[in-house]
């Protein structure tokens, strides 16, 4: 797997970028901002970008904006934002093409090397990581929720931090069998067109943030 | 004098010269018809008058320097009238003395007020700074008893995960699984403080995303309507976004409303943040926060006034200039 790496903080990228090596995942280039990350990714067209958001020249928000710029310029590669604090607006922002290939988490979750690892993988194959405390944010919403039963919110907001249906499973201590049949019953409540499942998954998610 | 005269106004220079122009042809026509009694005084008086009121309405309003200057320049034009009318008992001293006493009382008035303004201000920086202050003890406070010390437990866990790697290394994954919990709850406490003095999305994306942000987290609907041209300064936005913080989280803690109206709009130079919530009422300024986010919007010049009868509804609205 290659990846390209945008962080501004020398300390955290080097880091960062022997953690992925580590684990088997080539860097292939480390940028500090957000013009350098876009022109590294046209170019190499890794299978991940792991962006900040925070970074030079306003230190605002343009890692994200350089990111939603490559999801649509380069929409192989997949994007896992890191930064300092979660916002919901900006996950939806993320997800709002409604395709998987895109996670957000806090920074704080590299220091879980294999769980981060995992992340990034399962980011780069298509599916999706929202940070917990994303997810946490939005637990008990309204409306468009309101249909689910407490069991089948518990499973959306794991979906909503990308796990698999077997990692739902291992979390609630459930069969595999009772996680589908509730994934089935939330795609159903919500109303979603009928696709491939990863698709689905994401528009679920999406519903979840929404919610509000 | 010249530099003022070019800096004049030039609509009321080119009016300066046509009276100019009008006072000299009078002058003509007076000396064509022969001389006589000098009847052109009657016109240059009144032009006179009109270019004086002009120059002396362009100096900035609120200026004592203008009304002394328009008051003398009535003075000159009775004492002109009195001149031209052939002298005789000299009048012109009651309209005089009155317009000096308006004058005098004017003065007493602008100092009372620039007391008073000095009071506000002294009293706003006061409390400014006492906000200021407890704010940083705060912080100092938060630092000490959270962050640091998980530092401490930090370096102390893998201090102990050292000492123990090769004599037992099953404790050493212990302190190293300790280690990371500390580093981890320390994270989250540095970053909650670092959201207490500006939230992130504030600086990132403005007003209307960062009280929309407020918004979603709310157990109960919340009305967001954001209508600024631009942009206010830093010290104003950050003001006005904890005004609606503020509102929104006493309205959900004690109110019991069932909708909540956050409204940012500009009037006149300033932002003007409403917080409106159809809950019981009796919101009470004494129990921190209200009394907190007054300090902070006087300290910007600006104003808060929170009307929450019993029964409600309540109604909190800051008014915050905005010098561009």
């Not at chain 2, 400014?128 to 705060?138: F, I, N």
Request: hydrophobic content about 50%.
């Amino acid at each position: 797997m290659r990846a390209v790496i945008a962080e501004d903080l020398a300390l955290l990228r080097d880091g960062l970028t022997r953690l992925l090596r580590d684990n088997d995942i080539e860097v292939v280039d480390a940028v500090s901002d957000g013009d350098a990350l876009v022109h590294a990714v046209v170019r190499e067209q890794p299978d991940i970008a792991i962006v900040d958001i925070r970074m030079p020249p306003t230190f605002r928000d343009e890692g994200l904006r350089a990111a939603l710029e490559l999801r649509e310029r380069v929409p192989e590669t997949a994007i896992l934002i890191i930064s300092q604090y979660v916002e919901g607006t900006y996950a939806r922002e993320l997800l709002a093409d409604g395709r998987g290939g895109v996670g957000y988490l806090l920074k704080d979750r590299v220091m879980d090397v294999e769980a981060f690892v995992e992340a990034v993988r399962r980011v780069a194959d298509g599916g999706t990581a929202l940070d917990p405390e994303v997810v946490a944010h939005f637990v008990g919403r309204r409306d468009r929720l309101a249909a689910l039963t407490p069991r089948e919110n518990e499973v959306l907001s794991l979906m909503a931090e990308g796990r698999s249906n077997a990692g739902i499973a291992e979390a609630l201590v459930l069969t595999v069998g009772a996680v589908e049949k509730h994934v089935a019953s939330i795609l159903q409540k919500l109303q979603l067109p009928p696709s491939d499942e990863t698709h689905r998954r994401v528009l679920a998610v999406l519903a979840y943030l929404d919610a509000s | 004098m010249l530099g003022m005269f070019l800096l004049w106004k030039r609509t009321v220079r080119a009016q300066a010269w046509a009276v100019l122009l009008l006072d000299l042809f009078v002058l003509v026509l007076w000396a064509a018809g022969g001389g006589g009694n000098f009847w052109p005084a009657w016109v240059w008086l009144p032009t006179g008058l009109v270019v004086g009121w002009g120059w002396w309405a362009a100096q900035p309003a609120g200026a004592l320097k203008r009304h002394v200057g328009q008051v003398t320049l009535l003075a000159l034009f009775l004492i002109g009238i009195w001149m031209a009318s052939g002298f005789g008992t000299f009048w012109p001293v009651y309209p005089i003395a009155g317009l000096a006493f308006v004058l005098g009382l004017r003065a007493v008035m602008r100092r009372e007020q620039s007391e008073a303004r000095v009071e506000t201000l002294t009293t706003s920086r006061a409390g400014a700074v006492e906000a200021a202050e407890s704010q940083l003890r705060r912080i100092e406070r938060d630092l000490h008893d959270g962050a640091q010390a998980r530092l401490v437990a930090l370096g102390m866990n893998l201090g102990l995960a050292e000492q123990q790697l090769t004599k037992d290394p099953e404790k050493a994954q212990e302190h190293l699984a300790d280690a990371r919990a500390a580093a981890a709850a320390a994270l989250q406490e540095l970053r909650d403080l670092a959201r207490g003095i500006h939230p992130p999305i504030l600086a990132d994306r403005g007003l209307d995303a960062a009280v929309r942000a407020l918004a979603t987290h709310a157990a109960v609907p919340v009305a967001v309507d954001v209508e600024l041209a631009e942009r206010p300064s830093v010290a104003v936005e950050t003001a006005a976004y904890f005004v609606a913080a503020e509102g929104l989280a006493n309205a959900l803690k004690h109110a019991h409303a069932s909708r909540i109206d956050i409204d940012v709009h500009e009037r006149e130079d300033a932002v003007v943040v409403r917080v409106l919530d159809d809950g019981r009422g009796g919101a009470s300024e004494v129990e921190g926060g209200l009394h907190g986010l007054r300090q902070r919007v006087e300290a910007l010049d600006g104003s808060l006034r929170i009307a929450s009868p019993a029964g409600g509804p309540t109604v909190i609205e800051a008014v915050l200039p905005c010098v561009r």
